[in-house]
């Protein structure tokens, strides 16, 4: 199956005039706990279960096919056991996905697909050119993991400290457990980065906190970058995912929030990541994942006016 029984489109030369291109990215060489992503996107491609395009959103009336044109522009070739192999086989599609004026929404796979997607997205627009707004349970601002530099939780850390993330464009929401430590913490103070905890969610409610992250994006650059980690859900509604934690989002919550991201900024990239089949025995967290894809691209096309 294809993304939502989109067209299959393999070669980067025929994307030109795509608004979006699926890429799914089958590698989970920088989990810490749980494998299994690199199972992902075949799982929530799989979720094509009522061949929706055609019919749009109920609120809404936007069906977003028929509004934007989504390809399914197939998977990254993975290269298992060497993780810095496959992050530069996602940037090379990356690239190309960017160079034909198209978005890539990219299904993970581990989350350490966000450095290559950072790396790219600094090459074509420049560090400054634009933001992030991360759902997570985890920072993934780790110094290291482990004792290993490049994996899962990782990315943002390293991608700042390359150059390529400036740390006063992110703004993560979702945030709680234990990790990372306060020297984390520390670092990403001093570098700009700004966060909104489960806790504030709790006290402040959810949409305040979706228009403060949206108003500072928006302010730091012209596009954004969306990246979706599905354990910022609480592991009832997303069992399937390497290291869940228990008291996050419900998917209701993401789904709006996600929908309202889509519609109020306008994306350069987005993905959905840390979906893990092997611990998703009714596909729910799968499902969910399928979904949060599905609202980002219905947000899109009801800010495009449909
Ligand atoms: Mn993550
Ligand atoms: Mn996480």
Do not use: K
């Amino acid at each position: 199956p294809t993304f939502c029984g989109q067209p299959l489109v393999l070669d980067p030369g025929e994307l030109e005039g795509v608004d979006v291109a699926v890429v799914g990215a089958p590698f989970d060489d920088g989990t810490s706990n749980r494998p299994g992503a690199r199972f992902g996107p075949r799982a929530i491609r799989a979720w094509d279960d009522e061949g929706r395009h055609g019919r749009p959103h109920l609120r809404s009336g936007v069906d977003p096919f028929s509004v934007l044109d989504v390809v399914d522009h197939g998977d990254a070739e993975p290269a298992p056991g060497d993780l810095n192999r496959s992050h530069e086989q996602l940037a090379a599609v990356l690239r190309g996905v960017l160079a034909a004026g198209a978005m890539p929404l990219v299904l993970g796979g581990d989350h350490s697909l966000s450095l290559p997607t950072l790396r790219v997205l600094a090459e074509r627009f420049g560090p400054d050119g634009y933001a992030v707004v991360h759902f997570d349970t985890h920072a993934d601002t780790g110094a290291e993991l482990y004792g290993v530099r490049i994996s899962h939780g990782t990315p943002f850390r390293v991608a700042a400290e390359e150059g390529a993330l400036l740390g006063a464009n992110i703004v993560q929401i979702g945030l709680r457990g234990t990790w990372p430590g306060p020297e984390d913490f520390a670092w990403m103070r001093e570098q700009g980065f700004r966060w909104h905890t489960m806790d504030e969610i709790d006290e402040r409610g959810l949409d305040p906190i979706i228009s403060d992250a949206l108003a500072h994006a928006a302010a730091r650059a012209p596009r954004v970058y969306l990246s979706v980690d599905i354990d910022v859900l609480d592991p009832a509604y997303a069992p399937g995912t390497g290291t869940p934690e228990p008291g996050g989002l419900t998917t209701r919550e993401l789904r709006a929030a996600l929908r309202r991201v889509g519609r109020e900024v306008e994306l350069c990239a987005a993905d959905v990541v840390e979906v893990c089949p092997p611990f998703d025995p009714t596909g729910i967290t799968a499902l969910a994942g399928e979904r949060a894809a599905l609202d980002i691209l219905t947000g899109m096309a009801m800010r495009r006016g449909a």
